[in-house]
């Protein structure tokens, strides 16, 4: 399991371990925000940086703490109806995007907040580990997610700044030569896929990912790396976002309702195709992988290329024997990009680079179940409407990603780091 | 094959048999309706009547007479840019929104063209039948998936008239007892899924329904017929309608936003709940199946059952030893709607009475390739962000029935004849 | 009074003959339409050419049959609920963009409806003369409201049926000669505004002109006719449509809001601009006045002619001496549109060419009082957001202007007959 | 002229004062807030505190030092792109909808910024008086003005907080009498409206307030005081927002697609309705002035009681002999609210309390003339769709009321101090 991967075996030390340095990692990614930064909601899919600061730590005091410490008193019951997320079964919430105009409380209190809660898990650390050892996991698993979600959140807040903000100072440029372009043929025939049942042993795992069980796969193969920005560069010199029988139609009514053009946080200059980064605007590097581009850009970009997106079960097999700590980790606040990755043999950079496209729409496994109580809507309701992503990317906290991992967007969303692999069948 | 179960060996005559037939069914299905009603469109999802039956023509006139046959010229270029529906390769044309302000041509020019263009086939059928047989199926299976769309569209459009206007007269009421509601265990391991290659002699199938490939089910049960009127009442009454937890989260959104509260078509009367029909408004029958929902509505009655949707698969594997021509079909203009099946053994009225809800995503199958040219654009480039439907409705018209059928609407959408049957895990 | 210079003066025969002239007009305006041209709505501003034909007999049916003649019954009360239009005092109705789902009743239904009416009419009118006069005008005038919108309406359809749908043939063309512009001086000082009090005597005005009232104008000037097609082509190629400076700011937000770069019904042909007119596309006439522009449009091009547009109590002042009788009118069936006025002294064409737009607000006049009843909905309650237009245009009827009469309105609406004439203080 | 009547006449002195104090003012306006709270823009119709700080220093920036202090250099061209507000003629700028996106330059920035400005015009102050004191005056109102909108958005921000945010501590309670409602007779026949012509030694006026000119007012009278919370309860419950009849149309459209049911920042609490103030949520006091609300709900309301709105002709000869100095003045940072007037003789409370809707539409005076230039875009192009308000509010700052005042509103908007006085025709 991913968190055994990387952790001992004395669940309570080890589970107090991880709880510090993850919630520490949420406080040192805010460091460089301004109460006004914090604050801010550039979009309705997005949330201010303080809202996710503050939401990770309801999760814990809600399904901790109030759940499991008798006397426990909750921060504040006002709070509680601010920072819920979506969970219905706790009752009405501040509307989402009504967020950024929470101009109190304010990032010092959130702060203030999150230190109350730590230290009252950590009081109760011996009694949670052995209640509930599986709510804690997710509650660090939730804060993982949310992680990442401030750092693209607060890059697309800054990426609408005439002024250019940048959250990190640019660091020197790591030149690298891209990868000749090689097919990897993948396994056929019945494979296992999902999470190992955790009751029986496994690691942690989002109910999404479960139960494990048995599906058929054709003959195909797999590109053994992400396309680049260079590709994608051609891509839209070739005329790809005006070619109408490239795109899904659902994806043609976007591209010319939007005037969408080329991949989120691009502009042209002086020199050329610019984008957006966590350290401000810079030229791109052909080498490196793209990102910011949607399902519907990632279907056009495959079927211009003659190929086609892998599904998730060719992505999932394809990562099985691959180790998820090998590529980009967030392990500390920082400048994260994708990046070009090294040659080498098999599949490149599946894991922290760019979270990769499925072809597969975002539905339960056969035999799914939610789980009991509120944490029940954690994300079997978000299934319709959306696609799978596979691997993980600059972004994700080390730690966070696995095999089996579904993580999943609307097909028209781009502000996560996201990328695609070419798939083929044989 | 559904065609050649219905039809002999000689296939020109055969051709030209059925296309006559099919050709009139429309004519007559249209009968009833004055130049007004042929005209006007109540939604941007539906199409006029008199727009069907020359956009069906016009597919016939491209495809065939134009491509196929050197003589032939074309009605006029106008229509052409007024009766393309949606593919890009055939160039501009009208946009979708306005096709109800097409007050010119009239019903009546509409016929003349209708019957040029079958004489100009007639007089060509040797020839089409030899060079191009499968797209001259491909228009007659074109022509009545629009014969579909004519009675749902004409259906909705008269429901919003305050006058209660009915396309044909009521029929008696055949009252029948709603059979009890019992599991059948489907198949589980690997099963074929998919048509019979055509090219290799099997009957007619959409591209969407290629290739023929393996698939692994997990073993699950079916119910043995749709869910009732009178069950969906329950759910009403039950506040099925306002629990948050039953519904998805796209699907509570839109019962929110659109206010829903009962299947399109039904409204409170003083004896109780009512339904618009092609024969006016009635009260409903109980033991009639539901119909007029969307998949929003379909997955939260499952999830209020304890139960869930069947998968496409599980329904084609049920399908497959059925014959599809055995329940209601749309043989000629006059009412249709569903109704409740007779008893009897296993699975009752998968064919002919509502279009059944899968839970699957409408995505392509492994390995499937688009047809070349603009009839490429039939099916492909609509999978994303819809569901597939299995069976067919008593007003799909016969011999357009089979197992591997895909039949795909958004989940929002329900002026289709839909309904759902539940399935579980074993 | 305008009725009274066109007709005699035994009130009962003079209303009789009236009716039934004025009736007869509607109808055969209506003549050349389909049942379905009849029945679509290309905009929610229009109405179906059968929901005026209807609606304005609804009017006489329902304030003078229903409420003055005892025996009278309803046509329909169904009916009744379809075609008022806005009476909040008559009950629920019909939502208005719904107006062109009605295909039902017939066009055939609806002039039956009619015959009905006026069937009814004239046998209760020696009643009706007697006891409501008024309203019997007000009924008449109404209808020939409904007149001019049915043709501005059809003229909407048709202009966006991509077959070019003429509803009259094409008239040879009168080539006249621009007249050169001058500036006439309008009075100055305390004029009288407002019709005569038609119950001192005076002829029929709508309670909006009303009461007459003083009002105070500063020394100014009207240029002697309205502004040309040609002079608006040089407003467009000397950029008047890019030039933020020359609008108002909400002027500015709609041009760039709806793309708009010419006046409704022109575009680009190959010998330069064409115009769709009620026989169909035609080069524009240089010397014709530009027409179906907006209020906001027509401020523009007077800031761009470093001049204004007039208020509506200079255009009345000026217009008092002048015989309302003098211009165009609709008087049969048969093509109208603006056309070059013949040169002479003082203001030229201000009755019966196109309708002109003043700089005021539609506001009431000082003490302006609501008729009792339904009918006092009439004007009233229209007045925000709408501008002022003064004079008549080639599509009102005769009888129809006055120099008291105020039509209005929005500033964005330019699918009436609307044009400008300038002012400049002196 | 207000200003002379509050200030001495050696002018580059008396220029210097009020700008220092005027300037200071704006600064302890902002001193409660964070620098989230100066950020945040809650609806597109308000900005950001932090944006009317830097925005008005802008104005002082642009038209004086830049276009009049030859070594001046801008602050920074960028932020010359943030901070203009709509001036077309200073080119590109910022979407106003965008500017609580605006997380920097923090407000600390923002008042590095303003110290700046004020350095470098207390340097040329000298110059300045003399090339362009009508520039400084200009600039002057201009920060006044967007001292009232700095609170009324910082109240509507505050307002949509559940926590409840207040500005400024509550004050105690002055519970005073409502003085009866008694009618004044107005001014008739011919009337001077407008400011006296300050080129010609009047005192200060925006362009829209001149020229003077001749107006004839008809017999009326006005209601000695404004509306009170009071009254406005009765209308309530009375049922005024449900009764059509009592709507222009516009407003009914309003009422219902936006649910309005009372004045903005009204709730029902336990002990009868609250108000949102700059002090946080307090019961209403029912002797105090109503405010925010649109100019649609005055308009019902004044039908509703059998009387009109008074003109702005009206409101402006009945204030014309009053002090504008008289009423409540924003003369430092602190709670204000409108508040019951003591009762007395004549017209109460005209200024000083809650701008007065008047039933004038806001349109340009005969003879109105832009100013050259950029400023000349300050008024005149607002002039659509937009009614007059007369008097002025508890958060007006003194020196910025007059007679001749002529502020505007669209009649929708409602989060301005806005309220009514009655009239009627005698």
Redesign the interface.
């Known amino acids: 399991m991913a968190t055994r991967a990387c952790a001992g075996d004395d669940r309570a030390a080890d589970l107090s371990r991880r709880y510090q340095s993850i919630r520490a990692l949420s406080i040192s990614l805010a460091e460089p925000l301004?109460?006004?930064?914090?604050?801010?909601q550039?979009m309705a899919d997005v949330s201010p940086a303080k809202w996710h600061l503050a939401h990770s730590s309801w999760f814990f005091e809600t399904f901790l703490l109030r759940d499991h410490v008798p006397a426990y008193e909750n921060y504040s019951e006002?709070w509680a109806?601010?920072f819920n997320s979506?969970y219905?079964?706790e009752g009405p919430r501040?509307a989402r995007p009504?967020r950024?105009?929470?101009?109190?409380?304010?990032?010092r209190q959130v702060l203030d907040y999150r230190a109350r809660v730590d230290e009252a898990i950590r009081e109760a650390m011996p009694r949670l580990a052995e209640c509930c050892p599986e709510l804690l996991e997710l509650g660090l698993h939730h804060e993982q997610q949310h992680q990442e979600l401030l750092l693209t959140d607060i890059k697309h807040?800054f990426s609408?700044?005439?002024?250019g903000?940048a959250l990190w100072p640019a660091q020197p440029r790591r030149r690298n030569t891209l990868p000749e372009l090689r097919w990897v043929e993948g396994a056929s025939g019945?494979i296992e896929i999902g999470a190992p049942d955790h009751q029986g042993g496994g690691a942690f795992a989002f109910d999404n990912e479960l139960p494990r069980?048995?599906?058929?796969?054709?003959p195909?193969a797999l590109a053994n790396r992400p396309i680049s920005n260079g590709e994608w560069r051609t891509f839209i010199e070739d005329g790809g976002y005006a070619k109408?029988?490239l795109?899904?139609?659902?994806?043609?009514d976007w591209v010319n309702r939007e005037q969408i053009a080329h991949p989120l946080y691009w502009r042209g200059g002086k020199g050329g195709w610019e984008q957006f980064t966590l350290s401000g605007w810079r030229a791109i590097d052909e080498a490196d992988p793209v990102t910011h581009i949607s399902?519907?850009e990632a279907?056009a970009f495959a079927a211009w290329s003659g190929a086609?997106l892998p599904?998730e079960q060719e992505l999932e097999a394809a990562a099985q024997p691959l180790d998820p700590c090998s590529g980009l980790q967030l392990d500390q606040a920082g400048p994260v990009e994708p990046r070009c990755p090294d040659d080498g043999e098999g599949l490149l950079s599946l894991f922290g680079n760019v979270w990769e496209w499925s072809?597969?729409?975002y539905?339960?496994y056969?035999?799914f179940r939610t789980a009991e109580g509120a944490v029940?809507?954690y994300n079997g309701?978000?299934?319709?409407?959306q696609f799978v992503l596979k691997g993980g990317s600059c972004a994700t906290p080390r730690g966070h990603m696995r095999p089996s991992y579904r993580n999943f967007f609307h097909?028209h969303q781009r502000w996560q780091f996201t990328g695609l692999r070419l798939a083929k069948?044989c």
């Open positions: 301004t109460d006004a930064d914090a604050t801010a550039s006002a109806f601010l979506y219905e079964a501040h009504l950024g105009l929470l101009t109190r409380p304010t990032l807040l609408l700044n005439p002024l903000v019945l069980h048995s599906h058929h796969l054709a195909h109408a029988t795109w899904l139609s659902d994806g043609w399902f519907y279907d086609r599904t072809g597969s729409a539905r339960p056969p035999g029940g809507e309701k978000f299934m319709s409407g097909p069948d």
